[in-house]
């Protein structure tokens, strides 16, 4: 038994010490080929290095391609791990169905299809990658509607847009630029990593560099090709528009310089008749209505002419006008009757502005004088007048009365056609025994005195007025009545005064006239009076019965 096993054991020893030496005698082997490998490594000169390192910075830094390029490569490595998945989980999935799997097998395919879930996680963040990734940035910016220059102040959004369509150009050109500056970049690196291998042909990183680089260039060439293509067409598209709006700006410019200069003449016209008008005439009221119907011939010219120069059919806005007047003529038919109103006033002549009128509307009736005459209403100052003494008690208000009233309501004119002048009339009763004579003769004497200013006046005017009018009277001296009243003799007294200041003169002559007859002792003034008689009889006393038959 000894003798069998010392054989074996000294052949067991022998082997294991082969490995041993030959451990031993490759060890300096290897010492000495590295040593060799170090001594025989090319030296890459640096400025090589620092030139790929430059490159690289800025192939990162700022660059907006390249991270584009970055996220679809990722993408596409995403995609194909993707697929390496599914073709081994469907091996697995096949083999399930012939056989049962192995704990192994069923830990390896749930490990497979978690992983795919992650993938798939990925990939959906990544989504916009999967086709054409340079779409967006190849795109031109969307041009928008282009504004039409049909007024003055289109040209205003016209140059607006002008100056976003320069903005916008700009900036997709600045997207040109980058990726040619990218490309450029990309060839001096893919020049410099062959000059890299050249020098260092072993150096797997630099083959690995190289095959990502021309990756890089093989994708990029088609996105400058259609990047060239379609900047051209967006330049021309662009240089087209920039032509046409600065033709309608121009057109434009031209057409709001003719019609501003149309307008200054106007303008420059009715200055120039006012100037005269003002100057040759006297009347203040004239004046006023021939100023206000040239301020409304100046504005309906303007209005014509700017209507004509900025509505391209006119045609077609008489025709749309022609079948809305009904109900334009319904809905609007007070204003309607306003602006026919203001035209009678204007052209008949029968009111002006200064006049004094008495307007009355349901009842109520208000005096004053006119302010204004517009298009659509007169403005009256309430003035403190017999009619506020009497009826209203108050004054002052500014009545707003629409012209269509013309045509429905009573419209009294204190100072028509130049007259200043209204009759006014002063009552008062004096008792039946008393001198009617001497008491007309007084009223008349003080009326006469005091009026005599405005009866000159008066009959001034109407002399000048027989050619327009037929007057039958034109007698303008006070005129005194008497009548037979309830408690006397009613003497009404009736003179010319001033039509804008009738209270002022009432109130001169009543008070004379009291002082005149108070003075007379044959004339007493008649009102109502009552006797009270105490512890007296009053009544009439009865005849003696003889003296009756007499008396008969």
């Known amino acids: 038994m000894r003798r069998l096993l010392l054989p074996l054991l000294f052949v067991t020893v022998s082997l294991l010490a082969q490995p041993g030496v030959q451990n031993t005698s490759v060890a300096p082997a290897t010492a000495e080929s590295n040593t060799t490998k170090k001594k025989s490594a090319p030296k890459i000169p640096h400025y090589l290095l620092e030139e790929k390192k430059q490159l690289d910075i800025d192939l990162k830094e700022n660059n907006i391609w390249s991270k584009i390029y970055s ?38 395919l749930e490990s497979l299809e ?28 969307k041009i928008g509607t282009v504004p039409s220059v049909g007024n003055p102040f289109a040209v205003i959004s016209a140059l607006s847009f002008q100056e976003k ?69 967006y330049t021309k598209k662009i240089d087209e528009i920039k ?41 203040n009221e004239r004046f006023y209505t021939i100023n206000k119907f040239l301020n409304f011939t100046f504005f309906t010219l303007l209005l014509l002419t700017l209507l004509f120069a900025y509505i ?33 006033i204007i052209i008949g002549g029968a009111i002006h502005v200064g006049d004094r009128v008495k307007f009355v509307r349901n009842g109520m009736e208000y005096v004053g004088d006119i302010v204004d005459i517009s298009l659509l209403r007169m403005t ?54 008393s001198n009617i004579n001497k008491a007309t003769s007084i009223a008349k004497e003080v009326t006469k005195k005091y009026s005599k200013g405005y009866t000159d006046i008066t009959r001034k005017q109407l002399n000048k007025l027989r050619s327009q009018y037929s007057m039958k009277n034109t007698n303008v001296e006070p005129r005194i009545f008497a009548f037979i009243d309830t408690n006397g003799m009613r003497i009404s007294a009736w003179y010319h005064t001033n039509a804008y200041a009738t209270l002022t003169l009432r109130s001169t002559i009543s008070t004379e006239i009291i002082e005149r007859i108070q003075a007379e002792e044959d004339i007493r003034l008649a009102y109502p009076t009552q006797s009270i008689y105490i512890d007296k009889d009053v009544r009439k006393p009865q005849m003696p019965e003889g003296l009756e038959g007499e008396q008969a």
């Open 380 to 433: 009256i100052q309430e003035d403190v007048t017999l009619t506020t003494y009497m009826k209203n008690r108050r004054a002052g208000r500014i009545i707003f009365v629409p012209n269509n009233f013309v045509f429905t309501d009573m419209i009294a004119n204190y100072s028509h056609a130049g007259l200043k002048t209204v009759w006014d009339g002063i009552d008062f009763v004096v008792t039946f025994d």
């Open 165 to 233: 369509l320069k903005n916008d150009q700009k900036e997709y050109n600045s997207r040109y630029e980058s990726i040619k500056s990218v490309m450029q970049q990309l060839h001096a690196k893919e020049k410099l990593l062959k000059q890299l291998i050249a020098l260092d042909p072993k150096n797997k990183a630099y083959q690995t560099e190289l095959e990502t680089v021309k990756d890089q260039i093989k994708t990029f060439t088609p996105v400058i090709e259609i990047f060239e293509t379609t900047q051209s067409v």
């Open 71 to 108: 996220n679809y490569h990722i993408y596409k490595e995403l995609k194909r791990e993707e697929e390496a998945i599914d073709k081994k989980i469907a091996q697995l999935h096949k083999l399930s169905k012939r056989r049962r799997l192995n704990k192994a097998q069923k830990e390896v």
């Open 312 to 344: 391209e059919n006119v045609s077609y806005l008489v025709t749309i006008l022609g079948f809305a007047s009904a109900g334009i003529a319904i809905a609007m038919k007070d204003w309607f009757m306003s602006i026919m109103g203001w035209f009678v």
């Open 243 to 283: 032509l046409n709006l600065q033709a309608e700006i121009k057109k434009e410019i031209e057409k709001a310089t003719t019609i501003g200069i149309i307008i200054l003449i106007f303008l420059v016209l009715v200055f120039l008749i006012k100037y005269l008008v003002r100057r040759y005439m006297s009347d």
């Open 114 to 141: 978690n992983k795919k879930k992650v993938l798939q996680g990925k990939l959906q963040l990544l989504k916009e990658y999967e086709k054409d990734p340079f779409k967006k940035f190849l795109t031109p910016p």
